[in-house]
């Protein structure tokens, strides 16, 4: 059964400051890895999705990078704004077509 | 603009009493999904649906009911059955089943009084 884990819980940083967030999963055999932002009370929001084949994805100041074989994915965010303050879920997609999700870091960046 | 509309976005049930939630979307998308979020928990998915009149069980069936009788609509009814229904209940829904970003709505919060 796939296991999808978020290290750290939370981070807080100040603005400006370059960010990694950690995701790994615990069976390599995926289709793909979906990032999603949530802010509070609110709904998931798709930022980037990196299918089996890919190694990274970009978008704006987001990269995502995927290493199966090592059950990791990352995202990078550059130069931080208070603005990226949400938490942040990756999720991963099997031959179920179920979404396998973590339990998200909470970000927080301070002006 | 397209999307998923999720209503109402607080929902309260009494002792025993069965409530459903709404879930539209006008992305015209076949597969549809509900998942519940507790508190720092990730999301488990309740229902999905590939295709009108068809819906599978997720990891958390009991206690809740579905259908699909329009592409647009996937309503879940939350059943007395369940014993502790009080979550964030989130709707989704992607172009196809399988390797496709899902879109999500707002939300309902549910809670007991």
């Known amino acids: 059964k796939q296991e999808v884990t978020q290290i750290p819980a939370a981070l807080s940083v100040p603005e400006g400051e370059n960010l990694v967030l950690n995701c790994s999963f615990t069976?390599?055999?995926?289709?793909?890895l979906q990032w999603f932002r949530q802010d509070p009370g609110k709904g998931l929001t798709s930022l980037l999705l990196i299918q089996s084949s890919q190694r990274e994805q970009t978008s704006g100041r987001l990269n995502a990078s995927l290493d199966k074989s090592s059950g990791r994915s990352t995202l990078y965010i550059a130069a931080s704004q208070p603005g990226d303050s949400a938490t942040y879920l990756c999720?991963?997609?099997?031959?179920?077509?179920?979404?396998?999700f973590g339990k998200g870091t909470k970000l927080t960046v301070n002006p | 603009d397209g999307g998923i509309t999720q209503s109402p976005k607080y929902l309260f049930r009494k002792e025993g009493q069965n409530v459903t939630l709404s879930c539209e979307q006008n992305?015209?998308?076949?597969?549809m999904y509900w998942y519940r979020q507790d508190p720092g928990q990730g999301l488990r998915l309740i229902y999905y649906?590939?295709?009108?009149?068809?819906?599978q069980k997720g990891d958390i069936a009991e206690g809740y009911s579905v259908s699909r009788e329009k592409k647009e609509s996937f309503p879940l009814t939350v059943t007395s059955a369940q014993k502790n229904p009080t979550a964030f209940y989130l709707c989704?829904?992607?172009?196809?089943?399988?390797?496709?970003?899902?879109?999500f709505g707002d939300g309902t919060r549910l809670s007991i009084l």
């Open positions: 989704a829904s992607s172009i196809v089943p399988g390797n496709q970003p899902q879109h």
């Open positions: 999720a991963s997609q099997g031959g179920s077509e179920k979404l396998v």
């Open positions: 649906s590939q295709i009108v009149n068809d819906f």
């Open positions: 069976d390599s055999a995926i289709y793909n």
């Open positions: 992305l015209n998308h076949d597969a």
